[in-house]
C-alpha cells in the first residue's frame, strides 16, 4: 500500500550525469524522510545522501558531496537525486527508502530500520 518506485537508471560514462526519481505513492512525503542508498555486488549496502520530509535537511556521503545533489517536488511527491561526475565506483543498485516523522525532521543516514523501500534501479557507470 505504501510504496517507492526508483527510475532513472542506467548505463552512463564516466563523467556523465544522470537524475533518479524516487515517486511516493500512498503516504506524503510531507511525512517521511527519505534515503537514497547504493549497494554494489559484494559490498555492503551504504547510504548516500537523504532528505527530511520538510525538505529543510539534506546530508550527503563524503563520497559524493559536491557531485550530487537530493532534492524534492511537493507536488509531485517525488524526491530526486541528480547525479552529476559520475565514477565508475557509483556503479550500484541505488534504492531510496522512507521513515515516518510527523514533524518532517527526519533525515535517514541509515537504512537499517527503514522499512518502506524502492525495488531499485541500476546504475552503471562504463566507457
Known amino acids: 500500500q505504501l510504496q517507492l518506485v526508483e527510475s532513472g537508471g542506467g548505463l552512463v560514462q564516466p563523467g556523465g550525469s544522470l537524475r533518479l526519481s524516487c515517486a511516493a505513492s500512498g503516504f506524503s512525503l510531507d511525512y517521511y524522510g527519505i534515503g537514497w542508498f547504493r549497494q554494489a555486488p559484494g559490498k555492503e549496502r551504504e547510504g548516500v545522501s537523504c532528505?527530511?520530509?520538510?525538505?529543510?535537511?539534506?546530508n550527503y556521503a563524503d563520497s559524493v558531496k559536491g557531485r550530487f545533489a537530493i532534492s524534492r517536488d511537493k507536488a509531485e511527491n517525488t524526491v530526486y537525486l541528480q547525479m552529476n561526475s559520475l565514477k565508475p565506483e557509483d556503479t550500484a543498485v541505488y534504492y531510496c527508502?522512507?521513515?515516518?516523522?510527523?514533524?518532517?525532521?527526519?533525515?535517514?543516514?541509515?537504512?537499517?530500520?527503514?522499512?518502506?523501500w524502492g525495488q531499485g534501479t541500476l546504475i552503471t557507470v562504463s566507457s
Open positions: 527508502a522512507a521513515v515516518y516523522d510527523v514533524f518532517g525532521r527526519s533525515c535517514p543516514r541509515d537504512g537499517r530500520n527503514l522499512k518502506i
Open positions: 532528505i527530511s520530509g520538510s525538505g529543510r535537511t539534506t
